[in-house]
């Protein structure tokens, strides 16, 4: 075997173990629950506990916090993959005191039991809604929330809809990031924002960060093609992925977006 053959099983070799080795890490890579440890932050004392039981013997725990105006849409948050849902409770109870505020730990994250997935989040997204028997409700998906956010918008009937950091398919942004991987062929978790957001008639906000190197603009573009009833579109300058929650400009962001889908 010449030294060219010797260099090229080798460098196939090597590729065949890295795609592998992709493959076998998917879950832990788009649902990193290990980086989620720590203690819990704490919870205003008003703060009610909830609890979603779903097949298989998963129980999905969650925290609704009560907000002092009825007449106001309820928020329900779903976060990134890692964003502890309690942390992200109190910040949109900081951001929008006078809304009720329920968010769930995702399962496998905190106190939910079982394993994550991108099917089971877009299912236990609809069993957290129905659960909750809310007439009047605003998805507020941030990032990979952006996947199970979107499914129930497109499922149920929704006050409205605000996408921030979103992407318009789970498969196309992890191309992005792997080019080099058959990644079409490989991945297990589909989320496909861009089709959702065709069925949702719910008004629909999208909020992105100028700088985000995570979730690129050309992955958030397709989103405002299949918008039907768009009511805002901002993007934030100078904001990276992680940075876009400490930007001044992003809580009066949020506050408009959701002020637009309260009928005067």
Known sequence: MTTLWRFALAAALLYAGVVAALALTQTALIFPRWAMSGA??????DTRRLQVDRPGGVTLHGMDLPGPRDDLPVILGFGGN???ADALANY???????HRIVVFHYRGYGPSSGRPSARALAEDALAIHDHLQARNVVAVGLSLGS????????RRDLAGLVLVSPFDSLTN?????YPWAPVRLLLRHRMEVARDLEGVQAPVALIAAGS???????RTAPLREVASN???DRTIPGAGHNTLYEHPDFVPTLRAAVARMIPP
């Open 40 to 45: 819990e932050s704490r919870l205003p004392s």
């Open 147 to 154: 996947g199970p956010a979107a499914h129930l918008a497109a």
């Open 92 to 98: 949109l109870r900081a951001a929008m005191p006078d």
């Open 173 to 177: 942004l992890a191309q992005g990031h």
């Open 212 to 218: 985000d190197t995570i979730i690129p603009a050309q």
């Open 230 to 232: 768009l009511v805002l």
């Open 82 to 84: 890692a964003w502890p």
